[in-house]
């Protein structure tokens, strides 16, 4: 039994239904399907989910939605009138916003109900297109198929008394198509996950009925071994195990985000990356394990917004507990660390410029002054990190040299090298304004 | 005013006491001298502080003591003898060694008054015997000199008054002879400092004065840029930064410890390191800051005896407080560490062996597997640490592409990298094993 996640772009539009429709039909094994909101038919055009956002927001500021309303619906009613679906399905779908629109519960509340519409509606629109075309298929709400979630609004987490619920929907007959990106609390109330949820939705429902296989479609051929809008054309990544996609996806690999895949990798589900657009093509496999390649660098991250805290002190090393005090200041101001290398009299931590405030960074500095009286504090900002990502790098002569090699010969000074912590891949951190002539000439060193 | 410093070969027999009494005489500047205990005269003699000590422990334990007592007296009288200096000096150490023996105190005490007449034998030897050749000099107890320290046997520690008494020593007239290795408390009991404590008295002295430079005599010709059991006949290094000392201290450099030097450093004295035998040849000079050298890497250091703490969990990058709660840990069972490169799932912290018992470990461990709930935790072994120093080192491009091609070509696999955390070293953890070729292979990149 297979789970097939489709995304926003699958869903966009009657075509795109229809080619989902193929991919369902080609292989019974696809038994559970879990869909995004409609995504955008054209670059310029708005997500469904965004337009309810804003139908919700105009609702709650009591400015005037019909607009907002009349958009959504007629996005649905472009696909079912294309795909010559019962008419009482755009009812039911105007019903249903309609009665959030009306409830009485607290904004919040009606925003999460409101923005799960999308998904929900996808969901009984491709049920509708299934029997359609001959095939025995039925919509299941999240609550029927056993989605139960912390009481969290927009960040809701999955229990683990989900899975073994999920289990029974080996149980049921035909074809089964869940709304991704909400789930309901045990009182009943519905939540959303995080954006981007119907991969958390699809990840969880593979992990519950042990599926062989967690499909997740969307609109790219497959996972890439750098970033092709730095490196033109680049090699597609065939198989990939789930630490290197974790720290691929670290520092800026953008094709989902790996914490929702955490619920099929903690079930050893493998995971494959397709393209709805050509799903002949192989896509991108993520494995438990792999065997080893002779070619241990499998891909190429960056990422910029990153700043180090620079903190010097003579004799630092025989402090005990410096290092703890510092972290412990951080911890303290709530801002987490990526990552803390340290040398004899100095330690550097390396920060998100998202989770540093001005007022943080103001505390956090007078502190370390405080506390620790260092002989230096200096904040080096601008800086990009590039990971370079591989089992077996770590115990591969010469994959350091190639790549210092690479970034010498860009003519790039290196601020910072993190290699030993990880088993699969190693940092370099270097000025924003080198990045992409530092991953250009990674990539032609690895993969040329 | 220079304060020049003779260690234990330059102490050992009357010969070397002509040496040194030719260096005090050929630089006027040189009034303040600090000298050692008399060394060994040749590499299987015995150190006369080494005989003190056992005279010390025999008479403790109630064994008899005479024997070495004689050893003692021979070695000082071979001295005076030869340089033919007045009976009476002799007496006056006969005396000194008996009345501490004689004294009502604690063992404790009467071991460090005991272990302290090599130095301070030597510094009147040494003040007579200068006087004897015509020049003006006076042997100048600790106490009389403002050497006040903290009430910790064997480990005193100076105290911050001392340094504005002992900066009286520059209205006294003629040259000061003044014995290394211990001070005062300020009741008047007699203290030691670490072993090895005549480079510690000497930087005192050189920071209480504010000297213009501070002269470390020994038996070496210079600092080397390399371990010359490793490598023969390495560079010389003329000129090193307080900073790269330090650096090169911490792995394996056994010039002197470096801590010894820390009151010089924090005056910003100039220090020198030169061969009593060879006074002319330059030596090594240690300073605040140099002139930045076209070749920024000044010396490779190299040490044994580490190992590695690997902890991964997954989304460890998530859990603010981790890495704090590891260090945490290590802290409350007394253990310092080294380095904590960390990752996104993973964090390894590097441990000297010597800080690390059975006991400790296991306590350790089970911690962290109760408190911190990681999905490993692997204890690598027999780990070497390289150290590849020099100023400038962190902005100049291509030096870790060198050290990963020396290492590489060396067939070495680069277990660790942590550059960045320091401004004027690179580390490199590898097997121990694979040492000496990773040090002979970035020996002849760096310097050939």
Known sequence: MKVAKFGGSSMATATQLQKVGNIIQEDPARKIIVVSAPGKRTPDDVKITDLLIQLGEAYINGES??????????????????????????????QTIKSVIGQDTSSISKLDALKSIGEDSSAKILSAYLCSIGLAASYINPKDAGIIVSNDPGNAQILDDSFARIYNLRE????????????????????????GGSDITGSIVAAGVKATLYENFTDVDSVYAVNPTIVANPKEIRTLTYKEMRELSYAGFSVFHDEALIPAFKEQIPVCIKNTNKPHLPGTNIVAEKKQDEKCVVGIASDTGFSSLYVSKYL??????????????????????????????????????????????????????????????????DLAMIMVVGEGLVSTVGVAQKATTALASANVNIEMINQGSSEVSMMFGIKAEDLNRSVESLYHVFFD
């Open 65 to 94: 939605y019909e607009q907002c309303y009349e958009r959504v619906i007629d996005r649905f009613r472009e696909i079912t009138e294309e795909l010559s679906l019962d008419i009482t399905l755009l009812e039911d779908i105007e």
């Open 172 to 195: 049921k007959v035909g074809i089964l198509v869940i709304p991704g990106f909400f789930g309901y609390t045990e009182q009943g109330e519905l939540m959303t996950f995080s954006r």
């Open 316 to 381: 630092m090393n025989r402090e005990i507990g410096f290092g703890r005090k510092l972290l412990n200041i951080l911890e303290d101001e709530g801002v987490s660390f990526e990552h803390a290398p340290s040398g004899i009299d100095d330690m550097s931590v390396i920060i998100r410029d998202s989770k540093l405030t001005k007022e943080k960074e103001a505390n956090i500095t007078k502190r370390i002054y405080d506390e620790l009286h260092p002989d230096t504090i200096i904040m080096h900002r």
